[in-house]
């Protein structure tokens, strides 16, 4: 059992840490979710991976008219749907067909992003680890916080929190880049598009921008004569 003082990981790191294939994914993954290191990928594989085997031992079973194995499978069901993982009529197969990005999704730091409390990932998990985030009445600083269904609805600002007051310059640009967006008449947004992170895109903008130099005329000096 190991001593109780050192807990071993609740993770399985990679086989083989130097294939490129996979070292690529991660890096991939790590960048569109803002994660701080690749332990929180390997977690969530991890956790995917326990899902998907319990999945896999309970269709395995020949004779499922049996009661137990019923309410088992029922009650996976159900706990899978309180995390926000399936649907309401999803099935053992529909555990089999997650993915890692299902996993990462359900974090309190891509639900902040997701509802449009952040304008960026990296941003999102600044302000979670900075006290700004709540569930509830209850402050959050953990980024890797999973969010259940119940809780989705329950996620704003933190009382405490400057954000909380609506004329925050990081609100105001919020609020402003939601009445720029155009969305269809009939379109339902569900979660914001990732494409560019911010400063990229305030890079870009100050690129397309004129000079200074381009919008003020200089000023006429006069020519310099003998003193």
Same mark, same amino acid.
């Given at each position: *059992?190991?001593?109780?003082?050192?807990?071993?990981?609740?993770?399985?790191?990679?086989?083989?840490?130097? $294939?490129?294939?996979?070292?690529?994914?991660?890096?991939?993954?790590?960048?569109?979710?803002?994660? $701080?290191?690749?332990?929180?990928?390997?977690?969530?594989?991890?956790?995917?991976?326990?899902?998907?085997?319990?999945?896999?031992?309970?269709?395995?079973? @020949? /004779?499922?008219?049996?009661?137990?194995?019923?309410?088992?499978?029922?009650? *996976?069901?159900?706990?899978?749907?309180?995390?926000?993982?399936?649907?309401?009529?999803?099935?053992?197969? +529909? @555990?089999?067909?997650? +993915?890692?990005?299902?996993?990462?999704?359900?974090?309190?730091?891509?639900?902040?992003?997701?509802?449009?409390?952040? *304008?960026? *990932?990296?941003?999102?998990?600044?302000?979670?680890?900075?006290?700004?985030?709540?569930?509830?009445?209850?402050? @959050?600083?953990?980024?890797?916080?999973? @969010?259940?269904?119940?809780?989705?609805?329950?996620?704003?600002?933190?009382?405490?929190?400057?954000?909380?007051?609506?004329?925050?310059?990081?609100?105001?640009?919020?609020?402003?880049?939601?009445?720029?967006?155009?969305?269809?008449? /009939?379109?339902?947004?569900? $979660?914001?598009?990732? $494409?560019?992170?911010?400063?990229?895109?305030?890079?870009?903008?100050?690129?397309?921008?004129?000079?200074?130099? /381009?919008?003020?005329?200089?000023? &006429?000096?006069?020519?310099?004569? &003998?003193?």
């Amino acid at each position: *059992m190991g001593h109780p003082k050192f807990s071993r990981p609740k993770y399985d790191s990679p086989a083989h840490p130097w $294939k490129a294939a996979r070292i690529e994914e991660e890096h991939a993954i790590q960048s569109n979710h803002g994660l $701080k290191n690749m332990k929180e990928i390997w977690k969530a594989k991890s956790s995917l991976r326990r899902h998907r085997n319990q999945a896999m031992k309970l269709i395995g079973r @020949v /004779d499922m008219t049996a009661e137990h194995w019923q309410r088992e499978q029922q009650d *996976m069901l159900n706990s899978m749907y309180r995390k926000g993982l399936i649907g309401n009529d999803a099935t053992l197969d +529909d @555990v089999l067909s997650l +993915d890692i990005e299902d996993i990462l999704n359900r974090r309190l730091q891509a639900q902040v992003y997701y509802k449009g409390l952040a *304008m960026s *990932m990296k941003q999102a998990r600044q302000l979670v680890t900075h006290g700004h985030i709540s569930v509830g009445d209850q402050k @959050v600083t953990i980024p890797s916080y999973p @969010v259940s269904r119940v809780e989705e609805d329950e996620i704003r600002y933190s009382l405490g929190s400057a954000l909380h007051n609506g004329a925050h310059s990081i609100r105001q640009t919020i609020d402003g880049i939601r009445e720029s967006a155009e969305y269809g008449e /009939d379109e339902e947004i569900t $979660k914001p598009e990732v $494409k560019k992170g911010d400063v990229e895109v305030i890079a870009e903008a100050a690129e397309a921008a004129p000079s200074a130099e /381009d919008t003020i005329p200089a000023e &006429e000096t006069p020519s310099g004569g &003998e003193a």
